[in-house]
């Protein structure tokens, strides 16, 4: 190895499309815009939790048909692989994946299904037969204040993995990029 090699940066691989970066961030923004609109008295609200609705749709497509990390079966495992993940993240033993991890894996479907159920009962509620309906208002407030709890849960596996594997997940969520892949890491 010469002194230019050992001095060249940490090698990085490009693993979230730009699609998927640009469906987070949307995402975030339309969620907390919805969160936080929720009694205004237009069609705002309504908007942009469609808005939320049809980007759930796009990125349902995208993970049958998008780039490699994208794929769903790239990142679902099985709740096996998932509860022996949890254990090992206790144990302070979990290895570094490339991709999403099984708990993060998990959690994506968890955060999809649960806006997915946020916007359908929110539109329920526009439509002649719930309208006025009192269960499905409670439902619909139950299930955005669900998400709440679940982007919390989120946020905090993103900043234990970040601080856990010494890399900046919020930066790779914004550049794509992430440190290459080692011997011990999962790719
Ligand atoms: C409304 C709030 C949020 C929702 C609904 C949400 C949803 C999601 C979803 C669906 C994914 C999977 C991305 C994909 O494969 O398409 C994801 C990943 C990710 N999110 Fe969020 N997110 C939220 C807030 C945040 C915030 C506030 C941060 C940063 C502090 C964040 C950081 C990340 C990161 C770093 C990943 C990649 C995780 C990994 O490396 O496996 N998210 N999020
Ligand atoms: C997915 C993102 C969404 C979030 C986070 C969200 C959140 C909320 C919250 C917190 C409330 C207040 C509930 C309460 O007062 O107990 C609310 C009310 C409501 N939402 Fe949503 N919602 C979303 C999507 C939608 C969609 C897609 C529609 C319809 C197309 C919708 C229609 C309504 C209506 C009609 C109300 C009642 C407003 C009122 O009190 O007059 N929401 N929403």
Redesign the pocket.
Known sequence: MNSSDAQSPTKTLRVWDPLVRIFHWSLVA??AT??FS??SRDDF??W???L??ALITFRLLWGFIGTPYARFRQFIRSPWSVATYLVAIIKNSEARYIGHNPAGGFMVLALLAG?AA??TT??L??TDAYYGDDFM??L??LC??G?VLLILFHVAGVLLASKRHKENLIAAMLTGKKREATDSDVN
Request: hydrophobic share 45%; charged share 5%; net charge negative.
């Open positions: 339309s969620f919805a969160w929720s009694s609200h309504q942009v939790g469609l939320a609705a806006i946020t916007a929110g539109y509620m526009t208002q409670e619909h407030s955005a204040d998400m």
